[in-house]
């Protein structure tokens, strides 16, 4: 593990950065509304990718063609790196994935002959050589242009910004449909190749790091925002330590950070770790160190969604931690809810409709919130959450912890995609195979924290020596590991809404 220190220098740092787009070349824009102009750039988008991207060659001459010339690489980087707009580098991409993709006749084909091979009693290496030749045939020829744009310098830095453009695309609707999908997939696998941990450098941050580095990290905490400098100085300082992750070509340049408490227990609130003053001593006694608390897992760039790193930092975390405090007993995260306001709005909006017993409160709160907010329960507190204006009551927020904390702890361990926890920061950590341990109330009291999930917040403790069991039971038979606590409100709620 390297701690970044004054001998990284600023300008080293600077040049490892993704470069910025370049400014809107003149010419015709999708955007420009002149059929002609949008026309001259789409017939553009076409030759530039007939040039770019080959077909692919015969089975029999795959080794043997010359690779493709740097330059046709460097012209799509160019094109799409001049494409301003994002429609525009969404139509690129669109044209990219339907056009060039699998060729369906050639699988076809050798699909057939694979399954005839197999009918017939044929030596092992003729078959494994039809199974070989359908493998070929399966890989789209986009698949092509981005191993050779990998090569170039800054290549993979780049297919990291173009995948990132590809899921803003997606997620705005510019450009859908299976063969995108399917190229967001191919894309997502060579990356978690070209990022697998053994290129990964685990790096610390200090107060004395380069102010670079400590502007990156700033910059990135998407959970907790970090407010000023001196904000930022507590967070790298005494009784807390920061972590990320580099790749091994671009050393000092953070991937994914990991923020971490060393407290004396695992912590309840996330004012206590961010919020309080850290003890005035520049040194830490260790002696009070029993408890390491993960409080924000930030990833920097947005085109290494889904790319297997957060894991592999705590993994690497854990095993740092255990060498400088040997004396570790317990490991927890201290974990936001994202999600969970939106989903109880949505139950508390479709039970209102019910006009019955909603089975969400009990007769006794249903009674105590509508004297308190004046209006049928289920119907005032709508807006009351979705504007945090409850928290500022404290008789209101008493009548609202009981059931919103067995709420929560339905959602987490109840409401499923797919047989696995719906929330997203659940399924993290317990395919990591961490326990749900705790639920917090009014953990958050930022605005934030008490609108985005009631304030409140989850602790998933991480028993080093269960976790490979845990996390097998959790994605193989889809069972969720968690504490009496968090049963017990479970089923109360269950209890109380008869399911």
């Avoid at 990135?220 to 400098?229: D, G």
């Avoid at 255990?322 to 004396?327: A, D, I, S, V």
Wanted: proline content about 6%; glycine content about 8%; hydrophobic content about 40%.
């Amino acid at each position: 593990m390297r701690v970044l220190g004054p001998s990284l220098s600023a300008g080293r740092l600077l040049r490892l950065r993704l470069p910025p787009r370049q400014p809107q070349p003149p010419g015709p824009r999708l955007s420009s509304g002149r059929p002609a102009a949008a026309g001259a750039l789409e017939r553009a988008m076409d030759e530039l990718l007939h040039r770019a991207v080959p077909a692919m060659p015969a089975y029999e001459l795959r080794e043997k063609t010359p690779a493709r010339a740097e330059n046709q690489c460097a012209d799509f980087v160019s094109f799409y790196g001049g494409l301003a707009e994002t429609a525009e580098r969404a139509e690129l991409l669109g044209r990219l994935a339907r056009g060039f993709g699998v060729d369906h006749s050639q699988v076809a084909e050798q699909s057939a002959g694979v399954l005839q091979l197999r009918q017939q009693p044929r030596e092992p290496a003729v078959l494994l050589q039809a199974e070989d030749r359908l493998r070929y045939a399966l890989m789209p020829r986009y698949r092509s242009l981005f191993h050779h744009i990998s090569k170039m310098e800054g290549g993979v830095r780049f297919l990291v910004r173009l995948r990132a453009d590809l899921l803003e695309a997606q997620a705005l609707k510019l450009v859908e449909g299976p063969h995108v999908r399917e190229m967001n997939g191919v894309l997502k696998n060579m990356l978690s190749e070209w990022f697998s941990s053994g290129f990964l450098n685990l790096e610390r941050v200090t107060w004395h790091s380069p102010c670079e580095v400590l502007q990156r990290i700033s910059e990135a905490e998407a959970v907790h925002p970090v407010k000023t400098w001196m904000d930022m100085k507590r967070r790298v300082g005494p009784y807390r330590r920061c972590y990320f992750f580099s790749h091994c070509s671009t050393p000092g340049e953070p991937l994914i950070v990991l923020h971490v408490a060393l407290t004396s227990e695992i912590s309840s609130s996330i004012q206590t770790i961010i919020v309080k003053e850290c003890p005035p001593s520049e040194t830490e006694e260790r002696n009070k160190i029993t408890t390491a608390v993960f409080y924000s897992l930030s990833l920097t760039q947005q085109g290494l969604q889904g790319v297997e790193l957060g894991a592999f930092l705590i993994k690497r975390v854990v095993k740092e931690l255990q060498k400088e405090f040997p004396q570790l007993g317990a490991f927890s995260s201290l974990s936001p809810i994202p999600g969970f306001t939106k989903w109880l709005l949505g139950l508390l909006k479709a039970k209102a409709k019910e006009h019955g017993r909603s089975g969400l409160l009990t007769d006794c709160e249903s009674q105590e919130i509508a004297e308190l907010t004046g209006g049928p329960a289920l119907e005032t507190l709508q807006p009351l959450l979705s504007s945090g204006e409850w928290a500022q009551s404290e008789r209101l927020a008493r009548a609202l912890q009981a059931p919103l904390m067995r709420l929560c702890a339905w959602y987490l361990h109840g409401e499923k995609h797919r047989g696995y926890a719906l929330n997203p920061v659940a399924h993290f950590h317990l395919q990591n195979g961490a326990v749900l341990w705790r639920i917090n109330w009014l953990a958050d009291v930022s605005l934030k924290g008490v609108t985005g999930a009631c304030g409140l917040m989850v602790n998933y403790r991480y028993f080093l020596e269960d976790t490979a069991a845990n996390s097998t039971a959790y994605l193989g038979c889809k069972s969720i590991k968690a504490s009496e606590q968090v049963l017990s409100l479970v089923a109360q709620f269950q209890k109380n809404s008869k399911l």
